[in-house]
């Protein structure tokens, strides 16, 4: 069975982006453009809302046409061009690149989507993350944890009614202070239970 695996860089505070999206906070030297490239492209397929896949749309598919960019930023212009993805949207009714669009994020669907061969499967975005949460659909945490504090903006994980139990199976860190934090789900600890409707209560256009 393929895993679900949330992959974030964060600040320290808890925060994924400021309060106007910035991400100029972010720490990415080559050591970690090269780590990502090495991780992403094990995946069987990349999961997003809207935003975040129109966001790499407009850059990714020729990127590697820039000959200012960096070896690793062309590499992953590559791996992201032909990795399958899946963008969860009301909106928007096709995508290019090898996407498929699903209006919504349905429990019995994705675990079908986990039952199918290959790689893990990569999720991104807030929005998205905290439906996946909420379905009990994330099996593992890839948490990349910038050294910054920025005070406010949009948090990472949403407020929830019970705890999840997490197992800490790898810390790294990286040359330019970024801690990595790889964490299982540790079902013996959970307290709270599973849904199984489909969500109606975010919109995944926002992720």
Known sequence: MRKIVLMMSVSLDGFIEGPNREIDWHRVNTEMLQHFNDEIRQFGALLSGRVTHELMAEYWPTA??????????????????NMPKVVFSRTLKHAEWHTTVVPEVVPEEIRALKAQPGGDLGLGGADLAASFLRHDLVDQFRLYVHPVLIGRGKRLFPESEAPTGLRLIETRIFENGVVLLRYERDTSADTGTDSTSADTTADPDDA
Not at 64 to 81: H, L, N, T, V
């Open 64 to 81: 590697d046409k820039d000959p200012q960019i960096s070896p690793e930023m062309a590499e992953f212009a590559g791996i992201w061009r």
